[in-house]
């Protein structure tokens, strides 16, 4: 079979993970989260970063901290990409905020531009979150253009493009905050995890305390002095003192240990995963321009020209032990959670991915004579 995606903790992450726990060290959050925190922010270029639980409770804690920091207020718009996550669109609904869905291009199945412009002029929404779907490079500079024309905020979520870049600068280092996920078959896999980043001070602490309940343990120890001299609070009274609306969606110093391993052989990663994606781009001429962009990609996409032949295709794929996904969730505004309070929206491309999209594998492990059949395959259905 060739798989969709691949384990990236491997034996020897196991036989070192087995080792680490014979010395009977702290397992819940601790000093290994800190040093797994900080060699991200290294490899981010970036300078803070917020272990969590996964890659949705990152999302969740970027949009809950826009509200703790007064940026958002109940009932203010955000646009969604159509093309995204459920738990992009689910956090938005939840904080009582307005989603507005944006339409796809077709080419790296990020905003439309077009449509995107029209919604900031329209909406005027406070916050944009953009997806870099299967790690394929959005339009940054554009992007960030029509935010700051508009005021907007701007939230990445990367959780499928860890290591892409525009321009040498990598994702999640263009909004004001981003999210990772280190989910199995991500690009690197923490069992379960996430990551959000930020270079805002203010956003940082707010992150680190809604993580953990809303106190402030996770602070240096001026802050901490500060705020509890605010509040009037003694040092053995802020061990339960709450200064956010917190959550509790920590991960542990156990996943820490598997994810600073797998930090060493990210650049590996990333590039076996451009490569292979570079060989479906010339093996399909797909018109890329490499010149100012590298994906590091998550799975490759592949668009029908209708939904009869999609089927057809994933068929012929699945006779052939060739395992296939839809692509992420079509449209937002056709999933039953979203239309049950907003109804059905019409994005035209958004609706056609829906329709005729799909993506097949790419992992390190790959070969080209596994792409090489999965390519023939598509090319002899369409």
């Not at 009582?96 to 900031?120: K, M, V």
């Not at 280190?182 to 896999?189: C, D």
């Not at 797909?286 to 994933?314: G, L, Q, T, W």
Request: glycine content about 4%; overall charge negative; charged content about 25%.
């Amino acid at each position: 079979m060739i798989k969709l995606v691949n384990d990236t903790i491997n034996n020897e992450d196991i036989d070192a993970l087995s080792d680490w726990l014979k010395t009977y060290p702290r397992l819940t959050k601790g000093p290994l989260t800190v040093e797994y925190e900080s060699k991200w922010s290294d490899y981010l270029e970036i300078k803070h970063s917020t272990f969590v639980n996964s890659g949705s409770s990152a999302n969740l804690l970027m949009l809950a901290t826009l509200i703790e920091n007064k940026d958002l207020a109940l009932g203010d718009s955000v646009i969604v990409p159509a093309v995204s996550w459920a738990t992009d669109l689910a956090p938005v609904m939840q904080l009582g905020l307005r989603p507005i869905l944006c339409d796809c291009n077709l080419e790296d199945l990020s905003f439309d531009l077009t449509h995107f412009a029209r919604l900031l002029e329209r909406e005027k929404p406070k916050a944009a979150i953009l997806v870099s779907v299967l790690g394929l490079v959005p339009d940054m500079e554009s992007i960030i253009d029509l935010c700051n024309k508009h005021n907007t905020i701007l939230l990445e979520d990367c959780c499928e493009s860890l290591g892409s870049e525009y321009k040498g600068k990598k994702l999640g280092t263009f909004g004001a905050m981003s999210s990772f996920s280190t989910y199995f078959g991500h690009h690197i896999s923490t069992i379960e995890g996430g990551m959000v980043c930020t270079n805002d001070d203010s956003y940082d602490d707010i992150l680190k305390s809604i993580r953990s309940h809303g106190w402030d343990r996770d602070w240096a120890e001026e802050k901490q002095n500060k705020i509890r001299s605010e509040w009037n609070v003694s040092k053995f009274d802020s061990l339960y003192t709450f200064y956010y609306k917190g959550f509790n969606v920590r991960a542990t110093d156990l996943q820490a240990f598997i994810g600073i391993r797998q930090l060493d052989r990210l650049d590996e990663i990333c590039n076996a995963r451009n490569e292979n994606f570079n060989v479906y781009n010339d093996l399909f001429q797909a018109p890329v321009n490499r010149d100012y962009v590298y994906v590091s990609n998550f799975a490759y996409p592949i668009i029908a020209k209708d939904k009869y032949h999609r089927d057809m295709m994933i068929t012929k794929l699945k006779d052939h032990n060739i395992e296939v996904r839809p692509l992420i969730c079509g449209s937002m505004g056709q999933q039953p959670f979203y239309t049950k309070e907003y109804g059905v929206q019409p994005l035209p491309s958004a609706d056609r991915l829906k329709d005729c999209a799909f993506y097949v594998p790419n992992h390190p492990s790959l070969e080209i004579k596994d792409i090489d059949l999965i390519v023939n395959i598509i090319q002899n259905n369409e």
